[in-house]
């Protein structure tokens, strides 16, 4: 092959390698046409007998911006912890380490010295802020379909993370939206038979912003694969 051919495979390393958790955003919309073909893109996960669990409530404009007043005021005087699905009980080990080591990036990066407590708080609350996105896409899984369910809707978010990537659209993952999940329920008209699994928020990136100054670290193949006839 001519090897000024960009494969397939270059450009998904590329797309992999290039997604980070945004944490400021310009405040310009994406397009209702381009967050379509984003969706449209996601989609294509699979999914357990293709049953496609996943359902987005997408705000744009106003409704965005009534969200995110009423998120930041009921989490900042109330910061209830109510996800639908039980949030780990405790990060031990690799777990915590890895953690803290993103935790510390973040507040490094953004000037937050260490045991700042009332800091540390603000940033957290940023999330109620969706971080100055212009939109944010709450993603509810079927309560019957249970865990795999929720397995489904993963590969569902990553697919949608990247095909935001794609179009130069910036994305962060939010499980701190799942824990407001009474307000969501509520605000939205949620029906009990959805599971609130996260938020997205998401636009086009501030790209000069501290908060989007650091990417964090990954193990490398080999602690994560165990060749099983090594085991032998
Ligand atoms: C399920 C899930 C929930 C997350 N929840 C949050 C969150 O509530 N707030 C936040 O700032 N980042 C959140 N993140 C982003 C992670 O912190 C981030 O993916 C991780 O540190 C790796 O960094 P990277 O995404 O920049 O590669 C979440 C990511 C995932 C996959």
Known sequence: MDSNTTTSTDVLATLLRQRYSCRAFRPDPVGREVIREIVADATHAPSWCNTQPWQLIVTDGEETERLRKALYRSAETDLVDAPDLPFPAAYEGAYRDRRRECGRQLYESIGVPKHDRAASHRQLLENFALFGAPHVAVLTTDRS?????????????????LAAGSRGVATVPQAAMASQAPFLREWFDIPQDRLILLGISFGYPDEEHAANGFRTARVSADEVITWAGDRR
């Open 145 to 161: 379909l249970g865990v795999y369910g929720a397995v489904d809707c993963g590969l569902f978010v990553q697919s949608f993370l």
